[in-house]
């Protein structure tokens, strides 16, 4: 078939929302209605006054979650796989939404910087120039694709959620549409309760210690009887939960797993020394995996592997169908993957876990740290390169990877993560570079400089920090604050103002400020923290008054981290941070 480059410039009849060029079947699904809604705003929204027909079709042939553009004789068709198959690890597929991200990306040049209008960058364009020599086809990476904490679960705060979760569906992720489509949160205390203890002594860990503020923690998971009522539980939690696509039988957050003469020969030393509990973890999936196959085949269960049991055992008992692993690895927690130690062993390790589950599922707050006073986190192009890809390689199911809800400051780790969900193989440094400037203008390349200074110095930090975890490795404390930004913060002010003087438009100046919002909230928690010297002449710097006022109007934007407990946490704090 000899290829055609063919250009199209047919004219849109002069009221494009009274005649809309979108069209989709009659039987379409919620995400394509939503979808051609979209486009035919994102069209308006353009100036497109001339533009050829295009349809929006279901096609069940191509991938999950795959789609293709093509050009046909009378307009443009985007086709996607918009199946709800039944498959044990199939997941519902939306491939004409994803479609039509692609389609509005990169003929109408369209970028979703972050939640919001102000974060939804669209060039003026009079025609679409649509050149297509064959036709695009794409399918995601992996099959699942979450960011979290984003500010996606504050259904309370509308002015927030709803834009967080358009910008989800936006970046075609699968918890935009499907939180609940996996499951692996700490669950043990969800089936037995303090009272089966009592009548079952003998199900208390070695430790003797299982219960905590009224709920189990630990139990031993070798003793009779024990397997089949947690089992039981599950198939009653499910039944009540028709719904809920996956059950979690993950234990408790913590150590304090049983050691006792039957646990014993499940143990291991994991291959930094420590005593590893993964093959006594595994081999509980595996029981509970063939009692819940047996009685409710065609329902998943998920199992963290995790904390002491993050390393794959050398002799791993054999997993049902129905179990997947989901690896989070807590070394590597908080940019622990910039740590030489655990940078060689990463993709071995990967390698393993994919081996013994092809139902691998990997969880990482790497390019996280709890930061609540405005300290831009590193993107970490280091660790981005490195480590979606591996998992991409070894064919994982999903990823989970963390974000953060302080947009002003870390709207490119959120978008980079989000896009390389999608295609792991992503040039990350381009991106980031093609990010900034759609952000912030010419002057972007100052803030790249910004970004890359981050990146060196948190990239020293964790070199120089020990191997051997402690919780405060994942916080922007006392430590990393005099570590890393108040040395930097006259050079972040500087970066900013001399970006702001070239910014070209409005939206660029407002987006940039999202980021000084930020270093505003910093300045002040470095003062009062008496990190930095009392600088009336930073452009930054508040008084208490201003300051609380500032914080007030801040608690409607998405400049600044907010959670469930508002945008104010207190002052910088030591070591690890405990909740009030």
């Not at 093509?70 to 996607?80: L, W």
């Not at 079952?200 to 299982?210: I, R």
């Not at 570590?483 to 910014?503: G, H, K, N, S, V």
């Not at 930073?538 to 208490?544: A, I, L, Y």
Request: hydrophobic fraction near 40%; glycine fraction near 6%.
């Amino acid at each position: 078939m000899r290829s055609l480059v063919l250009l199209f410039l047919l004219c849109l009849m002069t009221h494009l929302q009274a005649e809309p060029v979108v069209h989709h079947s009659a039987d379409a699904s919620e995400t394509t209605r939503w979808a051609a809604t979209e486009l035919q705003r994102l069209l308006v929204a353009a100036g497109i006054d001339s533009s050829p027909t295009i349809r929006l079709v279901a096609d069940d042939s191509l991938p999950q979650d795959g789609f293709e553009i093509r050009s046909e004789k009378d307009g443009i068709v985007i086709a996607g796989n918009d199946s709800t198959p039944e498959a044990l690890w199939a997941v519902p597929s939306h491939g004409t939404l994803w479609g039509v991200c692609e389609f509005a990306e990169r003929f109408l040049g369209v970028r979703w910087l972050f939640p919001g209008p102000l974060g939804e960058d669209v060039p003026k364009q009079n025609a679409l120039r649509f050149e297509l020599k064959e036709p695009i086809r794409g399918q995601p990476g992996f099959a699942v694709r979450s960011v979290a904490y984003l500010g996606e679960s504050d259904r309370e705060i509308t002015s927030r959620y709803v834009p967080v979760l358009d910008w989800m569906k936006h970046q075609r992720l699968t918890n935009g549409l499907h939180p609940f489509v996996t499951g692996y949160g700490h669950s043990w205390d969800d089936y037995l309760k303090p009272a089966d203890f009592a009548e079952h002594p003998e199900w208390k860990p070695s430790s003797g210690n299982f219960e905590r503020n009224g709920k189990v923690t630990f139990f031993c998971t070798t003793a009779p009887g024990l397997v089949e009522l947690f089992a039981k539980r599950v198939i009653e939690t499910m039944d009540r939960n028709p719904k809920r696509e996956m059950s979690s039988i993950s234990p408790t957050d913590g150590g304090g797993f049983c050691a006792c003469e039957r646990c014993k020969p499940l143990l291991d030393i994991d291959p930094h020394g420590k005593l590893s509990h993964a093959r006594a973890m595994l081999t509980f999936y595996q029981r509970v995996g063939e009692i819940i196959a047996r009685e409710r085949p065609g329902r998943r269960l998920g199992g963290f592997v995790y904390y002491n049991y993050q390393y794959p055992p050398a002799n791993a008992p054999k997993l049902t169908d129905n179990v997947s692993l989901c690896w989070a690895p807590l070394n590597y927690y908080g940019y622990g993957l910039l740590k030489p130690l655990y940078r060689a062993e990463f993709e071995n390790v990967m390698k393993r876990w994919s081996k013994i589950t092809p139902h691998l599922f990997y969880h990482n707050y790497s390019t996280w740290m709890r930061s609540f006073h405005g300290a831009p986190l590193p993107v970490s192009l280091d660790i981005l390169r490195r480590e979606l890809p591996t998992a991409a390689q070894n064919k994982a199911w999903g990823a989970r990877m963390v974000g953060t809800s302080a947009w002003g400051a870390n709207a490119p780790i959120n978008y980079l993560l989000a896009k390389q969900l999608w295609n792991p193989q992503l040039d990350v440094s381009a991106a980031l570079n093609e990010w900034l400037e759609r952000a912030y203008g010419p002057g972007w390349r100052h803030m790249r400089a910004l970004y890359d200074e981050l990146d060196a110095k948190m990239a020293a930090h964790k070199e120089a920090q020990s191997p051997i975890y402690k919780g405060a490795n994942y916080e922007v404390n006392e430590e990393v604050m005099k570590t890393i930004y108040a040395p930097l913060l006259a050079t972040m002010e500087q970066r900013y103002r001399t970006t702001m003087a070239e910014c070209a438009t409005d939206a660029q100046r407002a987006r940039l400020q999202m980021f000084g919002d930020n270093l505003t909230q910093l300045h002040s928690a470095l003062r009062k923290a008496a990190l930095i010297a009392d600088d009336a002449k930073s452009m930054f710097h508040r008084e208490d008054a201003p300051f609380a006022q500032f914080m007030k109007e801040m608690e409607s934007t998405f400049s600044l981290y907010r959670d469930a407990r508002g945008i104010d946490h207190g002052p910088i704090w030591k070591g690890e941070w405990r909740e009030p």
